[in-house]
T-cell receptor, first 113, second 114 residues
Framework: KQEVTQIPAALSVPEGENLVLNCSFT??????LQWFRQDPGKGLTSLLL?????REQTSGRLNASLDKSSGRSTLYIAASQPGDSATYLC????????????FGKGTSLLVTP | DAGITQSPRYKITETGRQVTLMCHQT?????MFWYRQDLGHGLRLIYY???????DKGEVPDGYVVSRSKTENFPLTLESATRSQTSVYFC?????????????FGPGTRLTVT
């Protein structure tokens, strides 16, 4: 079974800092890796999707990388803002999972003014 | 442009009652999914559907029933609710499956079973 781990579980940074969130997974046979944002009491917003054949994806201040062979992905957030405060979830779609997403437990990010 | 909607957003029910959570998407996506989110477990798949009249179990299907008579709707029924089914339920959809296809999530239904 695919296991997805996110480190750290929580992170607090001052506004303006660049930061990295980490995600690791145990089975490299994947279709995609998807990063989500979840605000308290809200649904999941898709941030970036990296296909298994890709190394990275960028959207604005966000950059996600994928190293499939080592089972790792990172989400880089540049010039963090208080509005970035949320929980960030990493999810992997394994080829043997019936297209389900296997989620990590998330990193709770607080950006202080 | 509604996207994917869920109803109700909040529901309180009693143990043993039947409850149906609704999910509707306006994109004509083929795939639809039901996940539950619990503290300490993260999100786990309950059921998914590849097309109308095609459904399959996920990781935690016991106590749940799904149907998909129309592409746009994917209701989830708790046949006899238990306290362990207290959770936040998310519906998701995807245009297709495999490499390159994102899953898009609804706003969730917070269900409390007393």
């Amino acid at each position: 079974k695919q296991e997805v781990t996110q480190i750290p579980a929580a992170l607090s940074v001052p506004e303006g800092e660049n930061l990295v969130l980490n995600c690791s997974f145990t089975d490299s046979a994947i279709y995609n890796l998807q990063w989500f944002r979840q605000d308290p009491g809200k649904g999941l917003t898709s941030l970036l999707l990296i296909q298994s054949s890709q190394r990275e994806q960028t959207s604005g201040r966000l950059n996600a990388s994928l190293d499939k062979s080592s089972g790792r992905s990172t989400l880089y957030i540049a010039a963090s803002q208080p509005g970035d405060s949320a929980t960030y979830l990493c999810a992997v779609q394994a080829t043997n999972s019936g297209y389900a997403l296997n989620f990590g437990k998330g990193t709770s990010l607080l950006v202080t003014p | 442009d509604a996207g994917i909607t869920q109803s109700p957003r909040y529901k309180i029910t009693e143990t043993g009652r039947q409850v149906t959570l609704m999910c509707h998407q306006t994109w004509s996506h083929s795939y639809m999914f039901w996940y539950r989110q619990d503290l300490g477990h993260g999100l786990r798949l309950i059921y998914y559907s590849a097309a109308a009249d095609i459904t399959d179990k996920g990781e935690v299907p016991d106590g749940y029933v799904v149907s998909r008579s129309k592409t746009e709707n994917f209701p989830l029924t708790l046949e006899s609710a238990t306290r362990s089914q207290t959770s936040v339920y998310f519906c998701a959809s995807s245009e297709s499956a495999g490499q390159g296809y994102e899953q898009y999530f609804g706003p969730g239904t917070r269900l409390t079973v007393t």
